[in-house]
């Protein structure tokens, strides 16, 4: 199994990044695909989590308006498309993976560094 996040940076407040999640190993049709932040010193965060076999999303309150999630099942990739970011968004964010009808993700990236500017 192998998760690979990409598309962090720097960004100023206001400005946008889409940070990919690219799967293999594990049917992907099968798994909920979830994004995760974490700033230092604080408790990781759940941010959004897709459903690749019913389409259901989730948004943590923090982001909802602001971020998307959406699949490629082509590509077994996932995304985040990130709007109208703020410094509080600054963190490494982290993709995981969970069967659909398990609470626990299995499966992590290595986590991407999105950093937001005043």
């Known amino acids: 199994v192998r998760i690979v996040e990409s598309g962090g940076g720097v960004v100023q407040a206001g400005g946008s990044l889409r940070l990919s999640c690219a799967t293999s190993?594990?049917?992907?049709?099968?798994?909920?695909i979830g994004w995760f932040r974490q700033a230092p010193g604080k408790e990781r965060e759940a941010v959004s989590c897709l459903s690749n076999r019913d389409g259901i999303r989730y948004y943590a309150d923090s982001v909802k308006g602001r971020f998307t999630t959406s699949s490629d099942n082509a590509k077994n990739t996932v995304y985040l498309e990130m709007n109208s970011l703020k410094p509080e968004d600054t963190a490494a964010y982290y993709c995981?993976?969970?069967?659909?009808?398990?609470?626990?993700?299995?499966?992590w990236g290595q986590g991407t560094q999105v950093t937001v500017s005043s």
């Open positions: 995981a993976a969970r069967r659909d009808w398990s609470s626990r993700y299995d499966y």
């Open positions: 190993g594990f049917t992907f049709g099968d798994y909920t």
